[in-house]
């Protein structure tokens, strides 16, 4: 039996929030690592000149559309 509409959407939503939080916390400790500092709050519309940071933050914004879209779905429901 398939899943309903707001059922895959929720799954959608829980994957690409965990991703998010993978991506970010790793973001987060090799930034804090190089720089010594937090980094900017828009980090992932921000190129990065370590091409491991540079990953992280690719990957955080492959991710946002899916998680967008699918929370659209969700809130949008009737």
Not at 11 to 36: E, P, V
Not at 37 to 59: G, H, I, K, N, V
């Amino acid at each position: 039996m398939p899943l309903p509409v707001p059922g895959v959407a929720l799954t959608i939503i829980f994957a690409t929030s965990l991703g998010l939080l993978i991506a970010g916390r790793r973001y987060l400790r090799r930034y804090i690592a190089r720089y010594g500092t937090q980094p900017p709050a828009m980090w992932m519309f921000r190129r990065a000149d370590d091409p491991e940071l540079e990953s992280y933050r690719r990957l955080a914004l492959v991710l946002l559309p899916f998680y967008l879209v699918a929370a659209a779905i969700v809130l949008l429901q009737p």
